[in-house]
T-cell receptor, first 115, second 112 residues
Framework: KAGVTQTPRYLIKTRGQQVTLSCSPI?????VSWYQQTPGQGLQFLFE???????NKGNFPGRFSGRQFSNSRSEMNVSTLELGDSALYLC??????????????FGPGTRLTVL | DQQVKQNSPSLSVQEGRISILNCDYT??????FLWYKKYPAEGPTFLIS?????DKNEDGRFTVFLNKSAKHLSLHIVPSQPGDSAVYFC???????????FGGGTRVLVKP
């Protein structure tokens, strides 16, 4: 079974631009979560999608948004990029998103650098 | 407000010895605790978990202990192997949500 895939793996953008990252979950998984990893803040939860609906949201500004398609693939978008958005963005999928029974499987991440 | 903390950023241990990683949390509403292992250029990989109603869970060389009164958990790796060299994150989650709250990670180096 293929794991969680994320594209692109690396991305360089400049301040003010916007970016879209993509995540393909494991086949059969309907819950997709996004996390941001930075040296200073560690791993922080962005949002979770289940059946095309955002179900949980972390404490990030509205510049961070996402969506999920009917095939469970998910995208996240960051608009008006800031230097502080440079981070590793990780996507995780699980079957139903029930934390006590579902394990979240992470993709390799997209390394975003904002210049 | 860091709800999950790993106070040791790094740990060095000799191959064959025990590695003990510690994690503290502040939110008593967490229902489930997990440990993830992360190699460079890869996403975190689930290692072991424990429910808040238990105080110990064991899986092969990995054992997690939970002390609810102290809001403290630890991961024991016995015996440590060079392939265990990685960054280990503890995480906590509430049953009502699907949001993992992570600690800052502990980098483990197992010396041959």
């Amino acid at each position: 079974k293929a794991g969680v895939t994320q594209t692109p793996r690396y991305l360089i953008k400049t301040r003010g631009q916007q970016v879209t990252l993509s995540c393909s979950p494991i086949s059969g998984h309907r819950s997709v979560s996004w996390y941001q990893q930075t040296p200073g803040q560690g791993l922080q939860f962005l949002f979770e999608y289940f059946s095309e609906t955002q179900r949980n949201k972390g404490n990030f500004p509205g510049r961070f948004s996402g969506r999920q398609f009917s095939n469970s693939r998910s995208e996240m978008n960051v608009s008006t990029l800031e230097l502080g958005d440079s981070a590793l963005y990780l996507c995780a999928s699980s079957v139903q998103g029930r934390p006590l029974t579902d394990t979240q499987y992470f993709g390799p991440g997209t390394r975003l650098t904002v210049l | 407000d860091q709800q999950v903390k790993q106070n040791s950023p790094s740990l060095s241990v000799q191959e064959g010895r025990i590695s003990i990683l510690n994690c503290d949390y502040t939110n008593s509403m967490f229902d489930y605790f997990l440990w993830y292992k992360k190699y460079p250029a890869e996403g975190p990989t689930f290692l072991i978990s424990i429910s808040s109603i238990k105080d110990k869970n064991e899986d092969g060389r990995f054992t997690v202990f939970l002390n609810k009164s102290a809001k403290h958990l630890s991961l024991h790796i016995v015996p440590s192997q060079p392939g265990d060299s990685a960054v280990y994150f503890c995480a906590a989650i509430k049953a009502a949500g699907n949001k993992l709250t992570f600690g800052g990670g502990t980098r483990v180096l197992v010396k041959p």
